[in-house]
């Protein structure tokens, strides 16, 4: 099989190293920019599979980058994932407003990174079996609360519906208890892999990757 191609960005190299330690070389073929400038010449030479990139920059900031990839027909298509050490209501908004894929905010964990390559990418794999559940939980983003459902658990992850605007790359942290069990789970946390609106309903429907569970909480 053909080895994808990530592209990172970041004109910090502690950062830029950081990141590429995370992924494993044998399953990518990473490339790097230290700019903004050279991030769009390197997308449109390289075609990348995948971009990481920072927010800011010296020379140009990493949503008005992703701005000019999305805006760019050759370019259109390739997933950018930016990651941010600014304030996140502010910079979430601008990312957003850019295109982004996925935003995640510094320091970025290893395994939250890597779910959200695999699963831009096309390669997420499931390793637990699925089922069909209708469970109430709570669902913690932060300091907001909000009450939803699990339509779909397993192991490693849920499908979940609530009212929260979320993102791919959100970290949350969700309660919940199985059913005929007094024990309240809790999912240290989850990073949420992708959304979408759900009709008329005013709720949002979130795929989440579970990061952080006790082993003997897992549903088997």
């Given at each position: 099989?053909?080895?994808?191609k990530?592209?990172?960005?970041d004109?910090t190299?502690?950062?830029?190293?950081?990141e590429?330690?995370?992924?494993?070389?044998?399953?990518?073929?990473?490339?790097t920019?230290?700019s903004?400038?050279?991030?769009?010449?390197?997308?449109?030479?390289?075609?990348?599979?995948?971009?990481?990139m920072?927010?800011f920059?010296?020379?140009?900031?990493?949503?008005?980058?992703?701005?000019?990839?999305?805006?760019?027909?050759?370019?259109?298509?390739?997933?950018v994932?930016?990651?941010?050490?600014g304030?996140?209501?502010?910079s979430k908004?601008k990312?957003?407003?850019?295109?982004?894929n996925?935003?995640?905010f510094?320091?970025?964990?290893?395994d939250?990174?890597n779910?959200m390559v695999?699963q831009l990418?096309?390669i997420y794999?499931?390793?637990?079996k699925r089922?069909a559940?209708?469970?109430p939980?709570t669902?913690?983003?932060?300091?907001?609360?909000s009450?939803?459902?699990?339509?779909?658990?397993s192991?490693?992850?849920?499908?979940?519906e609530?009212s929260l605007?979320?993102?791919?790359?959100?970290?949350?942290?969700?309660q919940?208890?199985?059913?005929?069990?007094?024990?309240?789970?809790?999912v240290?946390?989850?990073?949420?892999?992708r959304?979408?609106?759900?009709?008329?309903t005013?709720?949002q429907?979130a795929?989440?990757?579970?990061?952080s569970i006790h082993?003997?909480?897992?549903?088997?």
């Open positions: 099989m053909k080895r994808k990530i592209l990172i960005v004109d190299e502690y950062f830029l190293q950081l590429i330690s995370y992924l494993d070389n044998n399953r990518f073929d990473i490339h920019a230290r903004g400038s050279e991030a769009l010449e390197k997308a449109r030479t390289l075609k990348p599979d995948l971009i990481l920072d927010m920059m010296q020379d140009m900031n990493g949503d008005t980058v992703c701005h000019l990839l999305k805006k760019d027909p050759d370019t259109i298509s390739i997933p994932v930016i990651i941010s050490s304030g996140k209501e502010s908004k990312m957003v407003s850019a295109g982004a996925g935003i995640i510094k320091p970025a964990r290893k939250q990174l779910v695999e990418l096309g794999c499931r390793h637990w089922a559940v209708t469970l939980c669902v913690i983003l932060e300091d907001d609360k009450d939803g459902t699990i339509r779909s658990l192991g490693g992850g849920a499908y979940i609530w605007n979320l993102f791919p790359g959100d970290i949350c942290r969700l919940f208890k199985l059913p005929d069990q007094d024990k309240k789970i809790f240290g946390s989850a990073v949420v892999i959304t979408e609106e759900l009709g008329e005013g709720l429907g795929g989440v990757n579970f990061l082993p003997d909480d897992r549903v088997v």
